[in-house]
């Protein structure tokens, strides 16, 4: 070994392992392969609203210290274990731009806006793909889209639902997801234009192997908890027939469907083998969301698919936000039991059986 090399090598061996453990933090959300299974299956965990506070129209419903980290903490084991973990982004993120919502009063106005370092929660919290078709991802216009997208991208998190950007295409496991978005609001992909959304869905499934279905749609609150298997209209608002919705996109090719939108838990079902989940309600909103009652319990839905797409079990884990928001596990299981209840009702024949403990398992 020449001198050059001797006095060069432990410089070498250092800059290495610094870039390795670097990379590796920097990028939190890239997760083991699921060993609860075999390699041809896979895992995915859904959850429902996320709002980690919002700087407008004052900083006063932002988290203590402006710190997210500790809304996501308690659950975090739970969503970097699976291969894929999804939610619904509801708002977007955003410095500095002003609402483009339209408000009689500002102090009133429901409209969010995530300062642009909380996208680092949802890394570090494992989430590999969100929704963003709802209606508050417009709130600030094409700055809050634009800006959200943005960050997503430099991040890895994928995301789909709003015109400019329908669908994403990604890889878990060894095989291709396919995931897209719906719902009834301006700038998204319509829940109400069923023909769409399955040439969107059939289109995806070309694609992939696996195609993940989101959608916000149903009416809002603890007085519609039911699946009525009509269209829901919500202040004046056609917000989907979201039963018909499921088995068309199934139809269509359609493997695993996350429905949230309604802000309270809803029933599961299956449909040719394939999961639905109606609504995921709200998962982790604070400072702004009404949390009292069914409002303020949600599940976190871990689904484990074959390679081809068909449910092989799953598991509910409860949480519940206290005060102002963030998600707890629930140690009274109050989605499990609403999911529990409301699958009996809503789906008398469901092929689903749901234990107390909130494990998920085929009929015998």
């Keep these: 070994m020449n001198t050059l090399f001797k006095g060069t090598f432990p410089v070498l061996v250092f800059v290495i392992c610094f870039f390795l453990t670097n990379f590796s933090q920097s990028h939190p ?12 299956t896979l895992s995915v965990i859904g ?12 900083r006063s419903s932002l988290p203590p210290g ?23 982004l509801e708002g977007c993120f955003l410095n500095e731009g002003n609402v483009a919502k339209i408000c ?64 994403a295409i990604f890889e878990s496991n060894g095989l291709k997801i396919g995931f897209c978005a719906f719902a009834p609001n301006k700038g998204t ?12 869905v059939s289109d995806l499934k070309k694609d992939a192997d696996i ?49 949230h939108g309604p802000h309270v838990t809803r029933a599961i079902d299956l449909y040719k083998g394939r999961f639905i989940a109606y609504s995921l309600g709200n ?27 068909k449910f092989v079990k799953g598991q509910i884990f409860s949480i519940v936000q206290k005060g102002r928001g963030g998600a707890e596990l629930d140690p009274k299981n109050q989605a499990i039991q609403e999911i529990i209840r409301l699958t009996e009702t809503d789906f008398p024949d469901s092929k689903l059986a749901i234990t107390p403990d909130g494990s998920i398992k085929l009929k015998e």
Excluded at 47 to 58: A, C, N, R, S, W
Excluded at 67 to 87: M, Q, R, S, W, Y
Excluded at 127 to 141: E, I, M, Q, Y
């Design 189 to 200: 992909c319509s829940i109400s234009d069923i023909p769409n959304a399955k040439k969107i």
């Design 104 to 167: 009689r009063d500002t102090t009133k106005c429901y409209a969010f806006k995530m300062p642009e370092k909380y996208i680092d929660c949802l890394v570090e919290s494992g989430f590999d793909v969100v929704s963003l078709a709802n209606n508050h991802v417009g709130d600030f216009g094409n700055a809050g889209r634009n800006k959200t997208i943005k960050l997503l991208d430099s991040v890895g998190i994928h995301f789909g639902g709003v015109i400019s950007h329908p669908t």
């Design 47 to 58: 959850v429902g609203d996320i709002m980690l506070g919002t700087d407008f129209p004052d």
């Design 29 to 40: 959300n890239k997760k083991q392969s699921n060993k609860e299974l075999s390699s041809d």
């Design 283 to 309: 998962f982790c909103t604070y400072g702004r969301f009404n949390l009292q009652g069914a409002n303020g319990f949600a599940p976190i839905v871990k689904v484990f698919i074959d390679k081809n797409g």
């Design 66 to 88: 402006n710190n997210c980290k500790p809304l996501l903490e308690p659950v975090k084991h739970i969503l970097t274990d699976a291969d894929i973990t999804f939610g619904n």
């Design 211 to 259: 195609v993940i279905v989101s959608f916000h749609g149903g009416a809002e609150g603890s007085s519609h908890r039911n699946v009525t298997r009509k269209t829901e209209v919500f202040y004046s608002e056609d917000r989907g027939n979201v039963y018909e919705f499921a088995r068309h996109v199934i139809d269509a090719g359609a493997d695993i469907v996350f429905g």
